[in-house]
């Protein structure tokens, strides 16, 4: 069974496809990178029902390292790609972590990335608007930094060494263990990166606890991943 998530911000964008999509019961690796295509091929049959697509992917390091993608493959080293390319589709794959989003209509540039509490946030977030800056644009003009499923507050515990790196504000505790939470902190840096408050959506959806077999390495240790894509359609470059 395929399962398909679709984000009403990006509906409303015409140019832009946005989906979140997983296969249960999968394993997703990436080293074949002709046998990841044709799985991408296969979760995005219906976006591209003549065959083949392009798409690009980050290695996904845990790092603050963010790619310009200007054709299909593999970008090692890196947790971000940002393209102004029509019909190549950014991948990030998730199984708790933080796929982020975004889109700028006025010069159709897509930065993706993912955050996963080990990652340098400031940095990965403040690179798109850096982007949209040297391209003559301001960050309040994307549309939408869009935060896909990962677990909420109380599913991600943190490990001691874990607390000095954020703020205290961004930690919460329950039954005496300290959970971070992630919906605020993500939040708080796309608004202080330049991304207005009204371009958000934040997904509510928990990969934990959810009931739709979403695919959670916390719950179930799974090799399987959400394949978090987001397009600009149009004519090929």
């Known amino acids: 069974m395929i399962g398909e998530i679709r984000y009403s911000l ?3 964008q015409l140019p ?19 046998d990841f295509q044709n799985y991408l091929n296969l979760l995005f049959t219906n976006h591209n029902p003549g065959g083949k697509h392009k798409y690009a992917w980050a290695e996904q390091v845990h790092g603050n390292q963010v790619l310009l993608a200007a054709d299909s ?13 029509s019909q190549l589709g950014l991948i990030i794959r998730t199984a708790d972590c933080a796929a982020v989003m975004c889109y700028h209509p006025e010069k159709k540039s897509l930065p993706i990335c993912m955050w996963d509490g080990v990652g340098r946030l400031n940095t990965l977030f403040k690179t798109p608007c850096i982007f949209c800056r040297k391209m003559g644009n301001s960050p309040s003009g994307i549309i939408s930094g869009h935060l896909t499923f990962y677990s909420g507050v109380l599913a991600m515990r943190l490990e001691k060494n874990f607390l000095i ?21 993500i939040r708080e840096q796309l608004l202080a990166s330049g991304i207005l408050a009204d371009h958000l959506e ?9 009931s739709l077999q979403i695919p959670s390495y916390r719950r179930d240790k799974t090799q399987n991943r959400l394949i978090n894509m987001i397009e600009i359609m149009g004519e090929k470059k």
């Open 10 to 12: 990006f509906d409303e």
């Open 202 to 210: 934040i997904s509510s959806i928990c990969t934990h606890c959810s």
């Open 165 to 185: 790196i954020f703020l205290l504000n961004f930690l919460k505790k329950r039954d005496n263990k300290i959970y971070f939470d992630l919906h605020l902190c």
């Open 73 to 85: 493959g593999k970008y090692a080293r890196c947790d971000g790609l940002l393209t102004t390319c």
């Open 16 to 34: 832009v496809y946005c989906r979140s999509v997983w296969k249960t019961d999968s394993s997703v690796f990436i080293e074949n990178q002709e």
